[in-house]
């Protein structure tokens, strides 16, 4: 399969450190790690909550639900990015009310919804004549071909979800560790988990681009999973993932340069071989704080 042009795979073999300069040189790997770095951040302060209050398998409906928005574009040949946007919002806002109003478990109204999209998603990509390469992009990412569009719409989201959860900390924090006394307390409890995952939906649509839709809930997950492990203490915790989580990015941008491989498995693939020496770490004595 291929992710790059031809142009950008010629540029992309690095054999000496002289090369990699030269290839950080080039627009393309410039917004790249911009948009690394943005959507590592997003990840990570977003992904803390994800895990914290047990939304990895809502972060991975709505990830794997997105294919719908990606088949829409391509058939009615609009920028696939701005058919996310307003699908997998709505997407995210309606199955939350789906598992706010039925007496079955979140879990198995999520892989109803999950599956219910995922064939309509395969339906409609069966229906794309020609050449699906949008298709393909999304399904398994190519930041290589963000361009200064996709950088103000992860920016936006970035300091939108920032302003909103660092503002609400508190009562987010609350709202994380028991529901209850945060109505109790007269938190609007209702608001704050719609608009969370208002946040994390598009989170998710923006991310999609980088990593790809079958990799999107890993990059929100494993972050902040890794910096679970290292601190109990919520604001190191906090921080700690943002900081897996932009690292990491940057880091798989690097080694998809280094060694010519898709950029949206290669952060994943670094992003799990963080985790995987950090647990194995844990377990050999390391400190945590």
């Known amino acids: 399969m291929n992710f790059y042009s031809d142009y950008q795979i010629a540029e992309l073999t690095i054999t000496t450190g002289k090369d990699l ?3 950080l040189q080039f627009p393309f790997m410039q917004r790249a790690l911009i948009g690394a770095m943005f959507m590592g951040i997003l990840g990570g302060l977003l992904g803390s909550f994800v895990t914290l209050r047990q939304l990895s398998f809502f972060s991975h409906a709505v990830g794997h639900a997105a294919l719908v928005g990606v088949a829409l574009g391509v058939l009615l040949q609009l920028n696939p990015t701005w058919m996310l946007l307003p699908f997998t919002l709505i997407f995210g806002v309606i199955v939350l009310y789906f598992v706010d109003k039925t007496d079955l478990a979140s879990d198995s109204v999520l892989s109803i919804v999950l599956s219910g999209a995922l064939a309509i998603g395969v339906i409609l990509s069966g229906l794309i004549q020609g050449y699906r390469g949008s298709l393909m992009a999304v399904l398994f990412g190519d930041i290589l071909a963000i361009d200064a569009t996709d950088l103000v719409l992860t920016l936006l989201v970035l300091v939108g979800s920032t302003i909103f959860l660092l503002s609400t900390l508190r009562q987010q924090i609350l709202l994380t560790l028991n529901t209850d006394v945060a109505k109790v307390q007269g938190i609007p409890v209702e608001l704050y988990r719609y608009a969370f995952v ?90 945590t704080a």
């Open 21 to 23: 300069v030269t290839l």
């Open 198 to 287: 208002v946040l994390l939906s598009l989170a998710v649509a923006v991310a999609i681009k980088a990593v790809g839709v079958l990799l999107v809930n890993a990059f929100l997950v494993i972050p902040a999973a890794t910096a679970k492990l290292m601190s109990q203490q919520f604001s190191r915790f906090l921080l700690m993932s943002v900081v897996f989580g932009s690292t990491s990015s940057i880091a798989g941008i690097l080694v998809s340069g280094i060694f010519n491989l898709a950029s949206g498995p290669s952060i994943v693939l670094v992003q799990f071989l963080l985790f995987v020496t950090v647990f194995i770490g844990i377990k050999l004595g390391w400190k």
